[in-house]
Every structure is written in C-alpha cells, then in structure tokens.
C-alpha cells in the first residue's frame, strides 16, 4: 500500500454545484409553434419570434431589439450587437426562419416607420417593449399548448436558447462552435450544457466488461 498522505487533498472543499435548468423537448416546442394561428397578422408575428429563438438561440432582449437593418438577406445571416454582452454577434439565417420572418414582413407587419422588426400588434405601432414583452408571448402558447410551467423548472422564454445549445451538442456540434453561435464570451459559459446531456454523459461511463476479477483472500 502506498504511504501518500491525504489528509490535505481530502481537506479540500468540494466545488460549488452549478445548477442547470431543465429545457424544452423537441416535442414541446413543436406543439408551442403550432398554437400559433398563421394565418393572423399576431400569429405571423408570434411564430416567428419563437421560430427564431429556437433556431437561433437569440436571447429575448435581443429578438426584442432586432432591427430591419440586422437581417441581411443577400447574404442569409443576421448581424446584431448583443445587449447582454455588447458583442457583435453573426448567426446563419436558415430558410424556415427566413421564411417565417419574411411572411410576417410581408404580411403581418403593421405599416409603420419603426426601424424595429417586431412591433406591437396595436396601435401605437412601436417597437416590443423589452424582453418581458417578448417573454409573455411564449407563455401564452404554452397554455394553449397545456404545458405547465412552475416555478424554477426552466421552463421560459430562455430555455429556447438552451434547447439550442443542447440539441446542437446532441447532434455533435463542438463546444467551441456552440459558444460561438450563442454569443458567449467565454467557452466555460456553454459547458454547463453538457450537464443536461444524459446520452454523452452515459457513454462517458466506462463497464466491467474489461476489467478482471480476481479471487483471493486479503487479510
């Protein structure tokens, strides 16, 4: 037996545990988007905002702040400066988020000369208000969708970003690229979504298969 002394290594404090918020299924949010009626000028407006925070994992404040002038379509992506961290942020514009913002454009957006993308549904056509604003319409097709949403079960507007980051770790994605589309400004802000990755987690676990077992009698 070696004679090492642990007494100082078991002495050290266990590190702080990070708790990781729960996100939606891939099911949950279909059945959230399609509460949204399409054919409504609310309805356009609604679905795709919650089509792009589940496809881009753009934070609420800054879907709320999203300008016309962000979207560049020439070059399919969106160009916008983040509200949380202040950093220039260029995401892919795929074309079903394309599509879903394009129709609302085209025919759900009030006539307005607001420089913002999504306005109110009612006059004074102005900008959404903040990410509060941006956060009720969730909730409001959750509870057509009869989805409960309790208190500290992560259940809100934030956890579309989460379901982005996870489902992108789930198809293989490296941490790194993640980060990156989510905006961070460190690396170490993405990694508590491997936490929520039980699958990569459980092949993380080594079996018995290989390992001998040795019959003895040890005093």
Not at 154 to 159: C, P
Not at 204 to 217: H, N, Q, S, T
Request: a positive charge.
């Amino acid at each position: 037996m070696a004679n090492t002394d642990l007494t100082v290594p078991l002495q050290k404090p266990a590190a702080a545990r990070k708790h990781v918020a729960p996100c939606f299924t891939h099911n949950e949010v279909l059945l959230i988007l399609n509460q949204a009626d399409r054919n409504s000028p609310v309805g356009k407006r609604d679905y795709a905002i919650m089509y792009l925070a589940s496809h881009t994992g753009l934070r609420a404040i800054d879907i709320a702040n999203l300008k016309l002038k962000d979207m560049d379509w020439i070059n399919d992506k969106i160009n916008i400066i983040q509200n949380k961290t202040g950093g220039y942020l260029s995401l892919p514009l795929e074309a079903d988020t394309g599509n879903a913002i394009a129709d609302y454009i085209l025919h759900g957006r009030p006539e307005s000369e607001s420089e913002y993308l999504f306005l109110r549904s009612l006059s004074p056509y102005t900008k959404l208000g903040n990410n509060h604003s941006v956060g009720i319409i969730l909730e409001k097709y959750m509870r057509m969708a009869k989805i409960v949403h309790q208190a500290h079960d992560g259940k809100s507007f934030h956890a579309l970003r989460r379901c982005m980051g996870t489902w992108m770790l789930e198809s293989g994605i490296p941490l790194s690229t993640i980060s990156q589309v989510l905006g961070h400004k460190s690396m170490n802000s993405a990694k508590p979504y491997l936490s929520i990755n039980e699958r990569k987690l459980a092949e993380c676990a080594l079996g018995f298969d290989d390992i001998p077992v040795e019959r003895g009698i040890y005093a």
